[in-house]
């Protein structure tokens, strides 16, 4: 039986060193901040894109047919395609839906990734097992599933292993799209199968797959804006060393020792250093003047909290923290 996996975050860091810790060579993500094909296609060779929606939990999500495309069950035995058979798995399993279809050196730069020993074994031990049986060794995998769970957020109070979502909790799924032999597949873990969403070749990817996800975004109503989009592809220092863009590629490393750090700090619990802070805060204000200074510390505390919210529904809070709508 597996062991639990904890939810990660739809981010691009995550995601990256995700694979890095996986084996994979010279391979990142960059977040798309809009449906315009132009900006994938200037992150050529893209190898698919990962996309994060709220998972529909008022109408069945599985069906006869698909709401776009056509199921293609004969894709399933030649492509790597597993189903989803455990909670909390999807996002890796949306990365590994494209890279292990990306495994034939004779594609080309675009359709080829060194996954690595430990991956190329686990594609070559699952693509002779049914869907169902691949995603029950995804699953079972013990790497996959220590590497995934590095990268959950540090939680004192809650297991998510183990976390079951209450009826009114909003569901999220990731699902892939990747150009796998001259067409456009969605390879998402809880359909039965591939959808086939016709031909396209590796330079008619950008454009094609942003129409499909224009079409899946405007099935939602027009307030849900809680979608992310992030794109494989290949390291981008690699394309900044052949081309001589020093300043790219210190963006670049820049961008690395970021995501290095954050990730760092996911894996940390700080609630013990918070209460050792506050602690030391009261011991001060005490110190400082008796019962009388803390409860003023605190009265005063309470008084900009007031005033915060109060201006925050006047807006006047410069709109910190709000959704950022994806650009269609």
Known sequence: MSGGWNTI??????????????????????????????????????YGVIFLFKYPTDTPYRGEKPLDGAYDHDASERLFFAAQTIQN??????????????????????????????LADFRDFTMVLPPEFRGEALSNSELIRDVHN?????????????????????AFHFIAYSPIGGTLYELDGLQP????????????????????LQRRIARYEA????????????????????????ELLAREERKRRDWQFENALRRHNFVGFAGEVLKGVVAAKLKEGGDAAFNKWVDDAK?????RIDDRKKGKGGGGGEDVEMEG
């Open 223 to 246: 307030s849900e804006i809680r979608f992310n989009l992030l794109a494989m592809v290949r390291d981008l220092r690699i394309r900044a060393r052949e081309i001589g863009d020093f």
């Open 89 to 118: 798995a999807c996002g890796t399993q949306a990365l590994l839906s494209v890279l292990l279809n990306k495994t034939d050196p004779a594609t080309g730069e675009a359709g080829y990734v060194d996954v690595g020993e430990s």
């Open 193 to 212: 199968a591939p959808i086939n969403h016709g031909a396209c070749t590796q330079e008619e990817f950008p454009a094609k797959v942003m129409e499909v």
């Open 9 to 46: 975050e739809s981010d691009a860091g995550v995601f990256t060193y995700l694979l890095d810790n996986l084996g994979v060579k010279d391979v990142q993500f960059e977040e798309l901040l809009s449906l315009d094909p132009d900006a994938l296609a200037q992150l050529h060779p893209v």
């Open 150 to 170: 590095s990268f959950a957020k540090s939680s004192p109070f809650v297991d998510e292993t183990q976390r079951q979502a209450d009826e009114g909790d909003d």
């Open 303 to 307: 008084d900009k909290l007031r005033k």
